[in-house]
């Protein structure tokens, strides 16, 4: 399992958008090490070491499951992202941002690439004054000392003026969502965006037990016949799998992400039942729904047709080798018309027909963007 650690890390800039460079750090910080908890305000301080502009600083308390090691790591990519170009001397210089961890929970840690605490926060108002203030009572590790303390020992005498400006934080999704439901069609790749969701935000992990169905191979080589046995059986486990899932929440885990919801049932039992097959199906299926916990996000993912044959053929389940195209049409009309009909379901569509999610990071990270922002 991996572990949540907390880390507190100053920011820092005096060229440029100065408030925009801070704010497109918190932001990349929240998109590549881990949830904002919190930012201190905005303090302008004089460049020290150098002539230079004013800095304008602050410092954010960030969860992470990264390492010390890879953290710093993360943290020079992200300012060479920004743009900082660092000195060859290694002397202080005018910089569009500048990060650095103060604290990594309660560690010390002396390597060649990182010294935590920061060697030299406790002679520097820029670092402790906002640190304290969103860290007061967090004790210095090796001082023995809470940083309110260790700031009224400080001897640094520079001008340090908090400004009235407020950064916006980032709100993770397992902060804005309880129950994610990811759904596709067939090959659309919805387990495995669970999956990688699930792992990125320590989030409980609910997936469809298909490989379980003995029908399955069956239905896919007898339709006719295996339909609705298969269609009730499916319907069974995924009342029974939600049902008791979404009862037993994980304390130890942020939120549930699925890669079904329990409609899918009706929109596939519409494609493969008879009338008189699926009015008595129906009927089962209207008292099964009223009782399952709907979710706070649904997530549609949308392949075109021709990409979803593809990743079928490549993920090479033989009793899938036959399905047509006209069957995959019937299911997404099935999605569609649903989500058209359902006004009291928190409903987003991506189209991820020209999206490599898996192999390609930023196409990823746009698929977190569309549902941290929706």
């Not at 001897?155 to 902060?175: G, H, M, N, W, Y």
């Amino acid at each position: 399992m991996r572990i949540q650690r907390i880390t507190y890390v100053s920011l820092g800039t005096n060229q440029g958008n100065r408030v925009d460079n801070l704010q497109k750090a918190i932001d990349a910080i929240a998109d590549e090490i881990g949830s904002v908890l919190k930012i201190a305000a905005i303090y302008e301080t004089p460049a020290l070491g150098f002539t230079g502009h004013d800095f304008y600083n602050t410092c954010i308390k960030v969860s992470t499951y990264l390492p010390p090691e890879v953290l710093i790591a993360k943290l020079l990519d992200i300012e060479k992202e920004l743009g900082r170009v660092r000195s060859k001397d290694g002397g202080y210089t005018d910089r569009l941002i500048d990060l650095d961890i103060l604290l990594f929970d309660d560690e010390i840690i002396f390597t060649e690439e990182l010294i935590v605490p920061h060697p030299r926060m406790l002679s520097r108002k820029f670092a402790l004054v906002p640190l304290a203030e969103i860290a007061g009572t967090v004790f210095h590790p090796i001082e023995k000392k809470q940083i309110n303390h260790c700031l009224a020992q400080c001897t640094d005498d520079s001008e340090i003026s908090k400004l009235d400006i407020v950064l916006q934080r980032p709100i993770a999704i397992s902060e804005k969502y309880n129950y994610i439901a990811i759904e596709g069609n067939i090959g659309a790749g919805k387990t495995t965006l669970a999956h990688m969701i699930s792992n990125e935000y320590n989030a409980k992990l609910v997936l469809e037990r298909f490989a379980d169905n003995p029908f399955l191979p069956k239905f896919y080589q007898d339709q006719e016949r295996y339909a609705f046995p298969l269609e009730m059986s499916f319907l069974a486990d995924r009342y029974q799998q939600l049902s008791d899932d979404l009862a037993q929440f994980d304390l130890f885990k942020n939120c549930i992400v699925s890669d079904y919801y329990i409609f899918k049932s009706l929109i596939f039992a519409q494609v493969t039942l008879q009338n008189d097959e699926y009015v008595l199906y129906r009927k089962l299926f209207d008292v099964m729904y009223k009782e399952i916990v709907k979710p706070d996000l649904y997530v549609y993912l949308y392949q075109n047709t021709d990409r979803l044959l593809q990743n079928i053929q490549k993920r090479g389940r033989d009793y899938e080798q036959n399905i047509e195209a006209s069957y995959l049409a019937k299911i997404h009309d099935g999605y569609s018309n649903f989500i058209k009909t359902q006004q009291n379901l928190n409903v987003l569509v991506i189209d991820v027909s020209e999206l490599d999610f898996v192999r390609h990071k930023k196409d990823y990270k746009s698929i977190l963007k569309q549902i941290r922002d929706f």
